[in-house]
């Protein structure tokens, strides 16, 4: 073997598959900005960035008699510059993050509602393949034609059309899905359905563990949305603080431009957002 490794080329997983009979269908565990977001994001964060750089390290340079020089200009300039590109580098996988839980959050809920059709259609007497298509038809008027589910079953009917077995389908949509109670659910049925188990059931049965948990997240996030607020009000009392302090004590101020008021409010920052990071993975609660 050589002494050097050739380095892997990372595979980024894709935003869209192609079904069995040539849909599109949506990778829910991933996404990907276009380019205008990305300015858009990227702009954003760099204006709060640049912002709060020069708020809090802005006059440095100045002469002895408390006058800006050319080196406090330059350094305005390129300390708020680089905190904004800090800020806008670090925003963007922030947001998709962001993005990604909103998404997966929608399917989970639509999917409650695509189970709760489910049975009742089956409780009703239809038969499997008949109960997806009036799954189909009543979620169509309760979401709009691009919801998630709707196009999911969309896909489902596609597959069973063309003679494409459920079970796979539902195996699919729980692989990109990246939730785990759909991927439980297509396994289950998968057994249900080829042991010839009792699929009215086993649909009921997951209605009601999937409409328990999110009631029970629901409960979580309201008792924790009091916590994020003061959380978020405890990382933006610092800036209003020393934004404060540099409008109304001009002099006071000045102390923040030392070597001590420099290395004191870089500490101070590294702690602030050290904490907001770890408040972030303290509040944020499975179940």
């Known amino acids: 073997m050589g002494?050097?490794?050739?380095?892997?080329?990372?595979?980024?997983?894709?935003?869209?598959?192609?079904?069995?009979?040539?849909?599109?269908?949506?990778?829910?565990?991933?996404y990907y900005m276009s380019l205008w977001e990305k300015i858009l994001y990227f702009l954003l964060a760099f204006a709060v960035g640049a912002a709060v750089g020069y708020l809090f390290y802005g006059g440095i340079g100045k002469?002895?008699?408390g006058q800006p020089t050319m080196l406090t200009y330059v350094l305005n300039i390129t300390i708020s510059t680089i905190v904004g590109l800090i800020a806008g580098k670090l925003f963007l996988p922030i947001r998709t993050e962001q993005i990604i839980k909103k998404q997966k959050s929608k399917l989970n809920t639509q999917f409650r509602d695509m189970l709760e059709a489910l049975s009742t259609s089956l409780g009703a007497g239809k038969n499997v393949m008949d109960s997806f298509?009036?799954?189909?038809?009543?979620?169509?008027?309760?979401?709009?034609?691009?919801?998630?589910?709707?196009?999911?079953?969309?896909?489902i009917l596609s597959g069973m059309a063309n003679n494409i077995d459920i079970e796979d389908i539902l195996e699919d949509f729980g692989l990109r899905s990246g939730n785990e109670d759909i991927v439980s659910f297509a396994n289950v049925f998968q057994i249900c359905y080829r042991k010839g188990g009792n699929i009215k059931d086993t649909i009921r049965t997951t209605y009601t563990i999937l409409n328990d948990k999110m009631e029970i997240n629901e409960e979580i996030e309201t008792i924790v949305t009091s916590n994020k607020t003061e959380q978020n009000i405890m990382i933006v009392m610092p800036i209003a603080l020393i934004g404060v302090i540099k409008m109304m004590g001009p002099d006071f101020a000045e102390n923040f431009v030392t070597p001590t008021g420099i290395a004191s409010t870089t500490i101070a920052i590294v702690l602030f957002a050290a904490s907001y990071f770890v408040g972030r993975k303290i509040l944020e609660i499975k179940v």
């Open 133 to 155: 298509r009036s799954a189909y038809e009543d979620l169509k008027i309760q979401y709009e034609e691009d919801a998630y589910i709707v196009k999911e079953l969309e896909i």
């Open 63 to 65: 002469d002895e008699y």
């Open 3 to 30: 002494i050097f490794k050739k380095k892997e080329k990372t595979i980024l997983e894709p935003q869209y598959y192609q079904s069995a009979t040539n849909m599109q269908t949506y990778n829910y565990k991933v």
